[in-house]
């Protein structure tokens, strides 16, 4: 015959079991969840190493555009080659400053039709493609945005140095997926 601490016992031993069964149960809820959102973390943040990458791309381009417009007594400074528009983006006391407006909001302005043209002047390189295809054209959803910056202009200017501003874009159609912005200061050394 059983007691009632028998039938006690008992339910201790069911409710031990109910709660190691819902601990279970969370446990796999969450890392069902994880690994369902793992791929799509992998995803962006594989779109912001290409995007990285492109941005790579264009200073590597503008380096030697840079370089051979120097090297060829084209360019004797950076004083005439600096982006100036928007008013203000080379000014840190502006709204337009280019390090307060996104890498989005400063390829609108140097490109507001989205054609791959430039209408402002003075930018190096624009939604210039990068990736060969095999055939045809560039891949149009690598692209480099490049451009100098006087990093003295509130100050007095020194021609001799800028910064190399690159960004860096991947779409998918229109849309851009990821962005990355390089800022380089380049310096013109006189010789000897």
């Not at 370089?67 to 080379?90: C, M, R, T």
Request: charged letters at 20%.
């Amino acid at each position: 015959m059983k007691t009632s601490a028998d039938y006690k016992n008992q339910g201790v031993s069911l409710i031990i079991v109910v709660l190691v069964m819902a601990f279970l149960f969370s446990v796999g809820l969450l890392l069902l969840s994880i690994t369902g959102t793992g791929p799509r973390i992998a995803g962006n943040v594989r779109f912001y190493q290409e995007a990285f990458n492109a941005a790579e791309a264009g200073f590597d381009a503008s380096w030697v555009a840079i370089e051979n417009n120097l090297a060829d007594g084209l360019w004797v400074s950076f004083s005439d080659h600096y982006l100036q528009q928007p008013a203000g983006i080379d000014l840190p006391s502006q709204p337009t400053y280019f390090r307060r407006l996104t890498d989005e909001q400063i390829l609108n302005y140097i490109d507001p039709e989205g054609d791959g043209t430039a209408n402002l002047n003075n930018v190096l390189f624009c939604n210039q493609t990068y990736v060969p295809t095999g055939s045809g054209p560039d891949d149009p959803r690598y692209t480099y945005t490049c451009f100098l910056i006087n990093d003295e202009a509130e100050t007095a200017e020194d021609a001799t140095d800028a910064l190399l501003i690159c960004i860096g874009v991947i779409r998918a159609g229109n849309k851009i997926l990821a962005t990355a912005r390089l800022e380089v200061l380049l310096a013109v050394e006189r010789g000897a």
